[in-house]
């Protein structure tokens, strides 16, 4: 091969197309040939292009809509089980502020609770040693700042309607809502008893 | 009882981001939650990517699904881009790594088959093109003629079907595939024309 020739084919795998190709290519067969042959190729192959599904972009909508779901829970979960934790801990908290508030008037205390049921149940169950767990049941009262008032009409009222009133170890369920105020209003409390406080997440 | 929903809306192009973004711009807003920017972009690169890795796997069912695949990935880290070269080069460059490695892992299954003599080998499987209408005879001509050019490339090396699939059917530039397969100019170059030489003898009949 001429040293032109290897110029002129480096020329062409380059793709760099000039007249000094087409200049030498008309004189040279073998180089013609090879020109010809690449071209061939390069037709070939680009012959064979596929074009996108046509529904490429709504599988790729569905994909990134499935890829978001999945990552959302995992950081609503860690989120809910700090804010329940809190949640928690300052209703323990208040609840054992409450019980220390109270110890003095108990031991003094002469007047019996305004209805007359409360003052039944006062005696009839005594407190026990635990500091969490108060077996007497009077007038529990749950305050709930946010929309969940609906929810809690549904709970028994205890304070009202002794006769409904469920067994002194039963807890109360306070529905808790990520984000909402304070749930539990511990200053209404009074002179009311819990036997204790389960904290549950909607 | 705890229940959350989500929904995501790609709007359709409109005028309020014209088209006429640069590709740049384009990912910088996707990065800041634009959905009509991606929808401009996948617009603007479905076709070659699908094209690409076709050329690449000779299957289009799995092709388009690593497109899917690269995009996903361009949506994901739109927030973490950096324009270092051009749009195209990094698109490309997820595509390509998604394909090796599919031409990787499908020979290493191949390699499994093998030892195992009960099992249906990738070597049997017929050449998945995209699906037609019942062909007419110069169609069918067409379609022996693209089975040929698919066998022809499936044959080659995987890394001469790199860079002539980016140089032939892509029509990429030496530098820009060199910035994509992370080679030299010069090593390109010369796989090119290995690759080509190659295809031109597999396909001299059609030529
Ligand atoms: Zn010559």
């Not at chain 1, 908290?93 to 110890?103: A, M, N, T, V």
């Amino acid at each position: 091969m001429r040293q032109t020739c290897k110029q002129i084919r480096t020329q062409i795998d380059e793709g760099c197309y000039n007249t000094a190709i087409e200049t030498h290519c008309s004189s040279c067969i073998e180089c013609a040939s090879y020109l010809r042959q690449i071209e061939g190729v390069k037709q070939l192959i680009a012959s064979c292009r596929v074009a996108a599904p046509a529904d490429f972009n709504a599988r790729l909508r569905r994909q990134i809509a499935a890829r978001k779901a999945e990552k959302l829970p995992l950081t609503w979960n860690w989120k809910l089980a700090i804010a329940s934790l809190i949640v928690l801990l300052l209703s323990i908290s208040s609840h054992k502020y409450w019980l220390e508030q109270r110890q003095p008037s108990t031991k003094n205390q002469t007047t019996a609770p305004s209805s007359t049921w409360a003052a039944e149940t006062q005696t009839k169950y005594a407190e026990t040693k635990t500091q969490y767990e108060l077996k007497e049941i009077t007038t529990p009262i749950v305050t709930v700042t946010t929309g969940l008032e609906d929810h809690l009409k549904q709970l028994p009222r205890r304070s009202r309607k002794p006769q409904q009133a469920l067994d002194k170890n039963a807890p109360i369920i306070i529905p808790v809502v990520i984000g909402a105020q304070p749930i539990l209003d511990t200053s209404t409390l009074g002179e009311s008893e819990l036997s204790s406080v389960t904290v549950v997440i909607f | 009882m705890c229940s959350l929903s989500y929904s995501i809306e790609l709007a359709p192009a409109t005028a309020e981001l014209p088209e006429q973004l640069t590709d740049h711009e384009l990912v910088e807003a996707v990065g800041k939650g634009d959905e009509t920017a991606f929808e401009i972009l996948v617009n603007r690169y479905k076709g070659q990517i699908v094209n690409f890795i076709y050329q690449m796997l000779q299957d289009y069912d799995r092709a388009a699904e690593l497109a899917q695949e690269t995009f996903l990935k361009v949506y994901i880290s739109a927030r973490k881009y950096r324009a270092e070269h051009s749009f195209s080069t990094y698109i490309y460059r997820i595509a390509s790594n998604l394909a090796i490695s599919e031409l990787r892992y499908r020979r290493r299954r191949r390699w499994i088959s093998l030892l195992n003599p009960f099992g249906n080998s990738e070597e049997e499987k017929p050449l998945d093109v995209p699906d037609k209408a019942p062909l007419q005879d110069e169609e069918l001509i067409d379609d022996e003629r693209r089975r040929a050019v698919s066998r022809a490339i499936k044959s080659l090396p995987e890394k001469y079907r790199l860079t002539l699939v980016l140089r032939d059917v892509e029509g990429l530039s030496y530098d820009e595939i060199a910035r994509i397969t992370g080679l030299s100019e010069g090593t390109v170059k010369s796989r090119i024309n290995r690759a080509r030489n190659l295809l031109r003898e597999k396909l001299q009949q059609y030529i």
